[in-house]
């Protein structure tokens, strides 16, 4: 079974979360739809749940802002949705859509076998010392993040965009790590929206493990800023 997944943290993101599962479902009847939520984001409409197939119901504990809960959600997802019994997940941010015509089964059959992907602008090697593109964000100091995290002179460090997430079960040591940067106080990052952000922790994640996007670059959904 491949499950497809989002995040509510807040009734606007609800709204954008129900009408991603319906453009998925609207493509792919059968398709498994889950989400993870607050009881705030559904309190206007909780009837609405009735279109998920899973559901996961969080709270607020340690943070005040809906953003940094969903980075730091988005950092522990493996733990939270695994246990629905999944093969393979996808996670798509709420602000996203299906077009008609378009399935997500398209996206499993093609990462059928991969641990872990995601959206990648570009890579660092720090053996050649060069990436593709200087218009974007690691978060950190990437020499720095190489000594505080012990990262091999033989990787690389992505430029990861979380707004789309492929793994499997197989992933877990990436997110484990990712969790480890999380919760990490004394590691220097640059903030996004008053919030360490979660792009911060995969990237770190990705280039100790050594368990990096499959392709440079790679943007399987569309935004307006990147694509054009």
């Not at 498994?32 to 559904?42: D, F, N, Q």
């Not at 992907?117 to 100091?141: A, E, G, I, P, V």
């Not at 792009?199 to 770190?204: A, G, V």
Request: contains cysteine.
């Amino acid at each position: 079974m491949n499950i497809v997944f989002t995040i509510a943290t807040n009734p606007e993101f609800f709204d954008m979360a129900l009408n991603l599962c319906l453009s998925i479902k609207a493509n792919s009847p059968n398709q498994k739809v889950g989400l993870i939520y607050t009881e705030s984001a559904i309190s206007k409409y909780p009837s609405l749940m009735k279109f998920f197939d899973f559901a996961h119901c969080t709270d607020w504990s340690g943070f005040t802002k809906p953003n940094e809960l969903a980075y730091y959600l988005k950092v522990t997802m493996f733990d939270i949705v695994v246990p629905w019994g999944g093969e393979n997940y996808i996670f798509m941010d709420a602000d996203t859509i299906m077009i008609p015509g378009r399935k997500v089964d398209e996206w499993f059959q093609k990462h059928e076998g991969l641990p872990f992907t995601c959206y990648c602008n570009d890579m660092y090697s720090y053996k050649l010392k060069k990436r593709k593109r200087k218009d974007y964000h690691f978060w950190c100091d990437i020499e720095e993040a190489k000594e505080y995290w012990n990262i091999r002179e033989q990787a690389c460090i992505p430029q990861t965009n979380t707004s789309f997430i492929y793994f499997n079960k197989a992933s877990k040591a990436l997110f484990e790590k990712a969790h480890e940067v999380w919760k990490d106080k004394f590691f220097p990052y640059q903030s996004y929206k008053g919030a360490k952000p979660d792009e911060l922790c995969f990237n770190i994640a990705c280039a100790v493990t050594e368990m990096l996007p499959h392709q440079n670059t790679y943007r399987p959904i569309f935004f307006q800023f990147a694509s054009s």
